[in-house]
């Protein structure tokens, strides 16, 4: 995969600097502006802090992810990807959507994917090198169910109605056992609009 360009690691370094000012100003508490960038780098790229270690396909993301703390104008993404790589991005978006710990993670992918070597220190993208289409699904599939379980759990607990996605009709509810592992139910319908009585004429 081809690295960055020189001027793209300029521009990057031009953004990231106009984000990390806007968030001062705004009185954001932050740490040095280097390991601002490494970390913000790391949050948005798997893992990768070091802007010489990344790719074409995540210069646009990282970009974007800059550009948006202070409102600028947004680059669209065509960049082609295989499924491996959508894949992996949203592997990236489950683990940090659900907030769920690396250690946690690394045991699931040494048991799916036969990999007794990993361990939690690496990063996610190093974890899932060469894993197939097949492999990654059945990762997300799998954190996806036990951390949407958790949660369920937990918002029972403090008497929350847990998340989920309502349909007006059954046609548009997945088959199989995905309505409940997504949290899909039926949409109650409205109450019937109330008729109203004709006013007598004066």
Not at 57 to 73: C, E, Q, S, T
Not at 169 to 174: G, L
């Amino acid at each position: 995969m081809k690295t960055l360009s020189p001027r793209q690691l300029a521009t990057l370094g031009s953004v990231s600097n106009r984000a990390y000012k806007h968030l001062q100003n705004v009185g954001y508490p932050l740490p040095a502006f280097a390991d601002w960038r490494h970390e913000f780098t790391a949050d948005h790229c798997g893992g990768r802090s070091s802007w010489k270690s990344l790719y074409q396909v995540d210069y646009i993301p990282l970009y974007n992810a800059f550009v948006a703390i202070f409102g600028g104008k947004q680059k669209a993404d065509n960049t082609p990807q295989s499924d491996e790589a959508a894949l992996l991005w949203t592997l990236r978006d489950t683990v940090r959507a659900f907030e769920i710990p690396m250690p946690y993670v690394a045991k699931v992918i040494a048991g799916k994917a036969f990999r007794p070597w990993i361990t939690a220190s690496m990063s996610l993208d190093t974890m899932c090198v060469g894993l197939d289409s097949k492999t990654l699904r059945q990762l997300i599939y799998t954190l996806t169910a036990r951390f949407r379980g958790k949660y369920k759990k937990e918002a029972e607990a403090l008497g929350i109605a847990p998340g989920g996605r309502p349909h007006a009709s059954r046609s548009t509810i997945p088959p199989g056992g995905l309505p409940e592992w997504h949290g899909d139910t039926i949409a109650a319908p409205p109450p019937p609009a109330r008729k109203r009585k004709p006013q007598p004429i004066a």
